[in-house]
């Protein structure tokens, strides 16, 4: 393997049903920062079946140049088409840096092709620059320190610790990087790309997956154990009804409401959703406390979330003493304001 | 040194025994398995005064001592735990603090309805942060013109929703001490029907299932501000003193769970053959049943002395009962835990079946080492004496 040959930061611009998932510009936004210091270009590689028309908004978002494989085949995501796709493109065109979205899609493929084209891949980056392998020189190794390295950084052992992985002796550097980590660019209107139509060609073959069936399900009672993000109320919240806006919240920032014990005495919301001691153990990634006190029975059941809000109206309120952010106030005020602005947000950046 | 009873004390005793036969024994296995609050057994126990024994009679009580009050306690837990904590945490928890730091109208106000058990009352202290920990009090007063207004929630509270009375302790400031900010801590009478003040959980208990235990929860409740018990700020000193009486009542209570549980199992061994003969004739349930009767003898000595100890303090206030009354607690909790768990043996496969009893006095033994301070507590205040 001649590295020389292996050039650009490539990214995987995931599609489903000719629609271009946010991943896609969000890995987009952080090749064109890797690309920079290499002073290379950035590539989208687009897979799918009648996908041209996406060309556009990728170029806006930041590729300088698209590779497109179009081909029935390639309709929905099934691991050996897509993989055979990838990889073709891969030993054709020979990247430097190959980035996927670790999606359920990237996930899936990333590592099928990385086998294919014999490189390493890191799953579920969250931090990825360039720079020196090994990072300090070793004392008479000083030449055998490799410069513009792509350094992967992902949490391991449950987010407990945290590696930066390097792959300094094949191409392309591989990495699967987490949705909603990366920072697209604001998208450049009118910018066009430079398009290749690639097909490595296709031969339907009994190896591949049958599709049967494509379920869009949308769960009413929602596992508050598997939420990434819940919204949970205490006797704060005053009654069953005035749930709805603690519901709204919930809505705008895609979450699922919890709540703490006094709520479930109260017969305001079912025992599935008490958090604490003697309700479940949650671990999300954002909770929010809105009209909890924080008494140790409740906060023994949320104490790992990731990222704690709390509202109470009383500033000595122990839910405090754990919560990462804090606002002192009327909840039946900043909750519907919260909402408000988390749509807002959400609407530009939607558009 | 008279270890003897006197008449009046001895008349008292069969007063109590004779009720708590007729009326307590019968419903004791009832109450526990329906998790239901006697309240009939409440009316009975205020028609009998049993309700104000240890209050003065220009009060309304019975104007008897300390000592009476504590056979009446123990005399019930003998057949019930559930009716002994009743009278227990009425008379020591509430009655007690109102006579003890409430003003002339207070007293008059609060006290002769209590005593002739027209009301009942409870104690609030414990909250879901603080237990043995009493100064991390959350629960605010702050007065607003001529009204305290109460934020927060108290829970484990013994009577709660069934009394009409309440003492609660709540935060009203910070003061500094030594260069630090700590709470300030006060005491209140709070009524039952305050608007703002409801009942929140009814705990599920593996003991003592008759007495009714709740969370009260406060909601910006007014309270008239002459409902300050005691001078504001010294709530802690209020309470911590409050206990000191209960740990009394506790003592006596786990003292009588221990005796009625020997005495039914004395009865039991006589009756129960193995091998061709009562187990009483085995050695080992001879033993066993020696050790116990020594053990539960030397608690209700400890209680006794706790007691008088109380009784002289009602003549002379600089006395001080706090160790005596840790040391009956401990000591007779522990012995409890330790009788009833043994009754059970020698009641042998019957012992752990409902209809004989002995099992629900093992449950109820149980929380004597944990309520009105646990044994660790107890411990705390013991060493804290010896080692000063």
Not at chain 1, 37 to 59: H, Y
Not at chain 1, 163 to 169: E, L, M, R, Y
Not at chain 2, 190 to 200: A, C, I, Q, S
Request: one cysteine or more; glycine letters at 10%; charged letters at 25%.
């Amino acid at each position: 393997m001649n590295l020389e040959e292996y050039k650009g930061v490539y990214v995987f611009a995931q599609q489903v049903d000719n629609k271009v998932d946010s991943i896609a510009y969000e890995l987009l936004g952080k090749a064109k920062e890797l690309a920079a210091p290499l002073n290379t270009q950035v590539t989208a590689v687009l897979i799918g079946s009648n996908v041209k028309n996406l060309c556009d908004s990728l170029a806006e978002y930041g590729a300088d140049r698209i590779i497109v494989v179009d081909d029935p085949e390639l309709k929905d995501y099934r691991t050996e088409p897509y993989a055979h796709a990838l990889a073709s493109v891969i030993n054709e065109y020979k990247p430097e840096i190959m980035l996927v979205g670790a999606t359920a899609i990237g996930r899936d493929l990333g590592p099928t092709v990385s086998a294919r084209v014999a490189t390493g891949l890191t799953a579920d980056c969250t931090v990825l620059e360039i720079g020196d392998f090994p990072l300090v020189a070793i004392p008479g190794k000083e030449s055998e320190q490799k410069h513009n390295q792509l350094l992967m950084t992902r949490p391991a052992f449950g987010g407990n610790t945290i590696a930066t992985i390097a792959c300094p002796n094949n191409r392309p550097q591989m990495a699967t990087v987490r949705p909603g980590v990366m920072q697209k660019i604001d998208p450049i209107k009118g910018a066009k790309a430079e398009i290749i139509e690639f097909n490595p060609g296709f031969t339907p073959n009994n190896k591949y997956v049958t599709i049967k069936e494509v379920v869009k399900a949308v769960k009413d009672v929602a596992d508050i154990m598997d939420a990434k993000v819940l919204v949970s109320g205490g006797r704060g919240v005053g009654s069953a009804e005035n749930f709805k806006i603690l519901e709204d919240l919930a809505e705008a920032v895609g979450g699922v409401v919890s709540c703490s014990r006094a709520v479930v005495d109260s017969g305001w919301k079912p025992k599935d959703l008490q958090v604490g001691q003697t309700g479940k153990t949650v671990r999300p990634n954002v909770y929010f406390a809105i009209g909890i006190s924080g008494a140790i029975q409740h906060v023994a059941g949320m104490e790992e979330s990731d990222v704690i809000i709390a509202i109470n109206k009383d500033e000595d309120a122990p839910i405090f003493d754990v919560a990462d952010y804090g606002v002192v106030g009327d909840l039946n005020k900043i909750v519907p304001q919260l909402t408000a602005a988390i749509k807002a947000e959400k609407a530009k950046k939607n558009n | 040194m008279d270890f003897s009873l006197s008449k009046e004390h001895e008349m008292a005793r069969q007063l109590f025994k004779d009720f708590a036969e007729k009326e307590v024994k019968p419903l004791a296995q009832e109450i526990d398995e329906q998790h239901r609050f006697p309240r009939e057994t409440v009316d009975k126990l205020a028609k009998y005064g049993f309700l104000g024994i240890p209050v003065p009679k220009e009060y309304g009580g019975q104007g008897c001592d300390i000592q009476t009050y504590v056979m009446c306690v123990e005399e019930m837990a003998k057949v019930c735990g559930t009716t002994s904590v009743i009278i227990s945490a009425h008379t020591s928890l509430c009655v007690d603090p109102i006579l003890t730091y409430g003003t002339e109208e207070q007293k008059k106000k609060y006290v002769p309805d209590l005593a002739s058990g027209k009301k009942l009352g409870a104690f609030g202290l414990t909250e879901p942060g603080a237990g043995t920990d009493a100064q991390g009090q959350q629960t605010k007063a702050v007065l607003d013109g001529d009204e305290w207004v109460l934020n927060g929630s108290k829970c484990f509270i013994t009577n709660g929703k069934e009394a009409d009375v309440y003492i609660v302790i709540a935060v009203t400031g910070k003061v500094e001490k030594k260069g630090k900010m700590l709470k300030e801590i006060s005491a209140f009478i709070v009524e039952k029907g305050t608007p703002g003040f409801t009942f929140g959980t009814k705990e599920n208990k593996m003991g003592i299932c008759g007495s009714s235990t709740y969370e009260l929860i406060f909601t910006d409740c007014r309270i008239p501000k002459e409902n300050l018990l005691g001078q504001q700020g010294k709530g802690f000193a209020i309470a911590m003193h409050t206990l000191d009486g209960g740990r009394i009542g506790i003592a006596a209570q786990a003292l009588g769970l221990a005796e009625g549980a020997l005495e039914t199992t004395i009865e039991y061994v006589k009756e129960r053959k193995q091998f061709g003969r009562s187990i009483a004739q085995f050695q080992n349930t001879q033993f066993v049943l020696a050790d116990l009767a020594t053990k539960v003898e030397a608690a209700k000595l400890l209680v006794y002395k706790a007691a008088a100890k109380k009784d002289e303090y009602r003549t002379n206030p600089k006395i001080s009962y706090s160790v005596e009354a840790a040391q009956a607690k401990l000591m007779a909790a522990e012995v409890a835990m330790e009788v009833t768990t043994k009754c059970v043996q020698l009641h042998g496969g019957y012992g752990y079946i409902k209809e004989y009893g002995v099992e629900r006095m093992m449950r109820d033994a149980k929380i004597t080492e944990i309520y009105e301070g646990t044994s660790e507590v107890q411990r705390m205040v013991i060493s804290g004496a010896l080692l000063k």
